[in-house]
């Protein structure tokens, strides 16, 4: 069964960085793209960037641009986002997700980043 | 750049059905995806290409599609269908994604 294991919660104070990981189980990591959501409080659904594990070509949105780097170790079938420069608008849930058959089909549990003084 | 609009919420009596839209010019060009998302938990695919629905999606939930407007259509609403829906889409060259901005589900 294809499976998405988010490293733990984390808080941080403003202007440091987060780096969440992202294990992938039950499935072939390097042959789907895979890629970050987050949510915060009060907000919808944010798409933050994707990678492909196979040659480790990223997209982002314009959003992040210069803040986040996506990355993948695929001797361990892990995906990492990093993100710096934090402000207490980056406090949310960050979803790592599978495109492996249609769409976002497999989910992370989550990773609960809160940024605070 | 181009957006999805959603309504903020929808409000059905169990047993009724709820239509949701997403409307947004990309939907000419791509498909939408309709995730669920129920408070703690991560979001779940629903639909994808528009109609399509993944194995173990319970037969209640469609999706259609109509120009620059795509509907997911929730029959016979149940109380465990009281979630936030999330359309998604990607620009035309496939570089990024694009979600609206959610529509909470409130089942009476």
């Known amino acids: 069964q294809e499976q998405l294991a988010q490293s733990g919660a984390e808080v941080k104070k403003p202007g440091a960085s987060v780096k969440v990981s992202c294990k992938a189980s039950g499935y072939t990591f390097t042959n789907y793209y895979m890629h970050w959501v987050r949510r915060a409080p009060g907000q919808g659904l944010e798409w933050i960037g994707r990678?492909?594990?196979?040659?480790?070509?990223?997209d982002y949105a314009q959003k992040f641009l210069g803040r986040v780097t996506v990355t993948t170790d695929t001797s361990i079938d892990t995906g990492y986002m990093e993100l710096i420069r934090l402000t207490s608008d980056d406090s949310a849930v960050y979803y790592c997700a599978g495109a492996l058959y249609n769409g976002l089909d497999v989910w992370g549990q989550g990773t609960t980043v809160i940024v605070s003084s | 750049s181009y957006e999805l609009t959603q309504p903020p919420s929808v409000s059905v009596s169990p047993g009724q059905t709820a239509s949701i839209d997403c409307s947004g010019d990309v939907l000419t060009k791509q498909y939408a995806y309709w995730y669920q998302q129920r408070p703690g938990q991560a979001p779940m695919l629903l639909i994808y290409k528009d109609t399509e629905r993944p194995s173990g999606i319970p037969e209640r939930f469609s999706g259609s599609s109509s120009g620059t407007t795509v509907t997911l259509t929730i029959s016979g609403v149940l109380a465990e269908d009281e979630a936030d829906y999330y359309c998604q889409s990607a620009d035309p060259a496939m570089t990024y994604r694009i979600f609206g901005g959610g529509t909470k589900l409130t089942v009476l």
């Open positions: 990678i492909n594990p196979n040659n480790g070509e990223t």
